[in-house]
Structure formats: structure tokens, C-alpha cells
């Protein structure tokens, strides 16, 4: 027997999985404050949500699905991103009008693992359904910058496009697929593949990006309803604070995109690894999946890269606030009553599953990186407690009643 995770994996363990509990609840608070409930669905969908919400022709579907046949004989895959999920949900549930829907979990791709690219990835996104005004757009953009904000990051650059919609942008993606046709000898084979099929993609690759600084800008092909809903988003986001650089060769190289676009790029990064999040507008997608049409907007970000980019080890946070430590066995009684009040006061505590010497149990709350520690002794007859800070090692004697407070502020 191999003890290794699956190739591509991870077993996150503490201090790491500190860091990933602490920014999850970051993500969870914050959603539930701009007002997006949670939606929970499958982690695996029919084959079809992807291959027609995703898109037949994209990398994603093409080569990176994990896709397995059912003991009923149906093609089913792991999801490999969170939208076209909640929007086939969406639909599924016959709820008209407006939803906001928080997701956060694990999704599968099959790629070449390295540095913040795992096969089995975590994202957390919003989606805002239902609705086409820019102040949804604003709204998502907005709280993806707060979400890096909350959790620390120095600088935050969000970037922002517009790449209009079906009566705009076919004449953009004619303007751009001239000027790739003349800029043939300088692309890579797999761009050339998509030049003719979808011109827009071959904005994504990283290998011709260099050379395409002069290509036709989308937003100069906008007709005058995506301009003014690309304004208003841009006024919006200007009113909360948030900033933005336009970035006019940033795109969703999927069909059903429109209008806007945005990622968000961690400064200060290696440049592979510093798009920490991103989405868009998606008009088109509920209908791309045979439903009716229902607009939406929404985000993506990747917690793995979200980590890696921080540089968040975990080690700094800790995990218990008070570790109690017995004298004698026959105080363990109470301990044990007294380690659970502690706890329903909100206080991290913990002891040891059986007595040891009072040596072994101080050895065991540092393992457990406890800030703190409470000796339960013969001082107990009188309702009193000696606390020791372990980081300082300083010790006093206070009352059974204020260590759950002490414990509090001594974290
Ligand atoms: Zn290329
Ligand atoms: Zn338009």
C-alpha cells in the first residue's frame, strides 16, 4: 500500500489547513454579507452541463475532464469549474427572477501539476443570476477585490474589459481574425488551430500574447448598449473604491461570454501564478445549456493560488487558546467539567485523552502549539487556577470564573 495521494493531490494537513479554514470563513462571511446564500450541488454533473456549458471546443473539455461512465451506463464528470453547475441548478429549481448563489469546493482538471495548479482544485465564487444590470457586474467585481483586501494582500490589481455581446462583437472578432491572419507566422501551432473557429482565444495564450500588443481593441467595437452598461459598471466601481486598469486584451474565450470581463491579478507575483480569480458576464449560457435565456454575472477565485500567492503557511495562527493540564487523577473529573465549560464560553481548549505526568501534558500543549495553559490542582478547593502564558512562561493564580476570559485575551 502507497501512502502518497493520487498525483496532482494534496493531503492538507495543519499548520497548512489553518490557513485554509481561516480564509474559507473569511469567503463565507463576506458572501453572506453582500447577500449570497449558499448553493450546494453534486461535485459530479452529466457530461453535457460541461461539454455545453464549458464549451465543446475549449481546453478545459477537450483534455482535461475527468469523465467516467456510471454502473447505469451514464457519462458523468467531476466538475472542472463551479458555473455552468449553478446555472444548470438554477434552472433545475424554476425559481423566476433575481438569485444570488455562493459556491465553495473542490473541482477536477487534468493537468500537469505544478506550483499552485493542482488536479484537484479549490474555488469559492458567487454567481448573480438573472438580472443584466451593471450594478451586478460592480457588485461581483467588488467583493472579489474585498475577499484579497480582508485577507491581507498588499496590492490587488483588478483587471477590466468589455468584450460586448451578439450584435457587437461579431464585428470585432472579423477585425481580430484579420489581423491574426496577417500575423499568421508569428503564432503557435495550437493558435493557429483556433484562429479561424475562435479567433478570441488566441488572446489567451501566453506564448503569442508578446505579440499582439497592437490587435484591435474590443471595446472600440462596442455598439452604444454595451458602452453604457460598460460605463456604468466602471462609475459603479469607481464609487466604492475599488480600482481598476482596463485591459483591453483580457477575454473569456468561451462563446457564451459577454460584456464584461475581469480578473484579478496579485502584484508583485511571478507572472504565472498571479491571476488569483476572475470571471464575467455569461448572457448566453442558460440557453447555451437548452434553457431559457437568463442573464448572469459572476466569479471565480482559486483558493490554491490565493495561499500560495499570501505565502500562508498556517504556522502563525493557533489552533488552541488554552490547553489544561491536570496535577492528579482524581482532579480529572472536573477537569473534564471544567474543559467543557470552557469550550461552550467560545474559548479553543483541549487536554490529554488519559492522565500523564504534568511534564508529559505541558509537552503535549506546545505539540498543539496552545498559547496558553491551566493547571487544575490542589488550588481547585478554593475555585482558583494557576494560567501560564507558554509563550512568556509567566504564571499567575486567578479565579475558576476569569479563565475563560484570560484564555480570550491572551490569544
Ligand atoms: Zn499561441
Ligand atoms: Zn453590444
Request: charged share 25%.
Amino acid at each position: 500500500m502507497n501512502f502518497t495521494p493520487p498525483k496532482g493531490t494534496d493531503d492538507i494537513f495543519p499548520p497548512t489547513s489553518r490557513a485554509w479554514r481561516r480564509t474559507l470563513i473569511i469567503w463565507e462571511n463576506l458572501a453572506e454579507r453582500y447577500g449570497y446564500d449558499l448553493v450546494m450541488g453534486p461535485i459530479f454533473e452529466s457530461t453535457d452541463v460541461f461539454a455545453r456549458g464549458v464549451g465543446e471546443s475549449t481546453e478545459v473539455v477537450q483534455k482535461q475532464m475527468y469523465t467516467f461512465e456510471d454502473k447505469g451506463g451514464r457519462s458523468l464528470t467531476l466538475r472542472p469549474e463551479g458555473t455552468a453547475s449553478v446555472v444548470r441548478a438554477f434552472l433545475g429549481s424554476g425559481v423566476q427572477g433575481e438569485m444570488k448563489l455562493a459556491y465553495s469546493g473542490p473541482m477536477f482538471r487534468y493537468e500537469r501539476p505544478q506550483a499552485g495548479r493542482r488536479r484537484q482544485f479549490y474555488q469559492t465564487g458567487v454567481e448573480y443570476l438573472a438580472t443584466a444590470a451593471p450594478d451586478a457586474d460592480a457588485e461581483v467585481i467588488e467583493i472579489g477585490y474585498r475577499f484579497l483586501e480582508e485577507l491581507g494582500f498588499p496590492a490587488v490589481e483588478v483587471a477590466l474589459n468589455s468584450i460586448g455581446d451578439a450584435a457587437c462583437r461579431p464585428a470585432y472578432v472579423e477585425a481580430l481574425r484579420i489581423y491574426l491572419n496577417e500575423k499568421r507566422e508569428l503564432l503557435c501551432d495550437e493558435s493557429l488551430a483556433t484562429l479561424e473557429t475562435n479567433p478570441l482565444r488566441v488572446l489567451d495564450c501566453k506564448v503569442c500574447a508578446p505579440h499582439l500588443i497592437d490587435s484591435p481593441k474590443a471595446v472600440d467595437y462596442l455598439c452604444g448598449e454595451c458602452a453604457s452598461h460598460f460605463a456604468s459598471i466602471r462609475e459603479r466601481l469607481d464609487g466604492v473604491g475599488v480600482p481598476y486598469r482596463l485591459e483591453p486584451r483580457l477575454v473569456r474565450g468561451l462563446d457564451y461570454y459577454t460584456r464584461t470581463a475581469f480578473e484579478y491579478i496579485a502584484t508583485g507575483f511571478d507572472a504565472a501564478q498571479n491571476a488569483v480569480g476572475g470571471g464575467g458576464r455569461y448572457d448566453g449560457l442558460a440557453e447555451t445549456l437548452g434553457g431559457p435565456a437568463v442573464p448572469g454575472v459572476g466569479l471565480a477565485m482559486g483558493i490554491d493560488r490565493i495561499l500560495l500567492a499570501a505565502g500562508q503557511t498556517g504556522a502563525d495562527i493557533a489552533p488552541l487558546d488554552l490547553f489544561v493540564v491536570v496535577a492528579s487523577p482524581e482532579l480529572r473529573e472536573r477537569a473534564a467539567g471544567f474543559l467543557s465549560d470552557l469550550r461552550r464560553a467560545g474559548v479553543r481548549a483541549d487536554m490529554t485523552p488519559d492522565q500523564r505526568s504534568v511534564k508529559a501534558q505541558f509537552r503535549a500543549a506546545n505539540r498543539r502549539k496552545a498559547t496558553g495553559a491551566a493547571i487544575i490542582g490542589d488550588e481547585w478547593n478554593s475555585s482558583r487556577v494557576v494560567v501560564r502564558n507558554l509563550t512568556t512562561s509567566i504564571q499567575e493564580l486567578i479565579s475558576v470564573e476569569e479563565v475563560a476570559e484570560w484564555a480570550k485575551n491572551n490569544r
